[in-house]
């Protein structure tokens, strides 16, 4: 796996995982909540061991190919954050905003959740450039 650091992918995980706790909690949890049309008591009926549980097996499974990428060519931190965060603009954020054109969701909902996605992958290469890949 070119080396990738273990630490630095579970960090990164967390980090990401934390970003997500920040933005759709207290950042943009109500802004984001009224555009999807919930409501509190709709989100407290949901299984959210499943939903973190998940969530966070996906925010390592990320980490695991970001780190394994950057270790793959060795970058400097410039770059690896250049990598990271292009990453979700560049095919992230497309395949959102693809997906929100067609099922018509607002852009106000766009941009809650592609800033996500940017701040998620600029967060976890960060990580990697402070403990390594």
Known sequence: MANANLLAILV???A???VGGLWYGPLFGKI???ENGFTEEELKK?????IYGLTFAFSVLSAVFLGHLLA???TNMRATLMISAGIALGYIVPAIG???LFARKSGKLFAIDAGYWVVFYAAMGLVFVL???
């Open 12 to 14: 990164a995980a967390a």
């Open 16 to 18: 990401g995982f934390l």
């Open 32 to 34: 984001w909540m009224a």
């Open 46 to 50: 949901a299984n959210m061991l499943k």
């Open 72 to 74: 793959f060519f060795d």
């Open 98 to 100: 693809t997906n929100y």
């Open 131 to 133: 403990l390594g890949t």
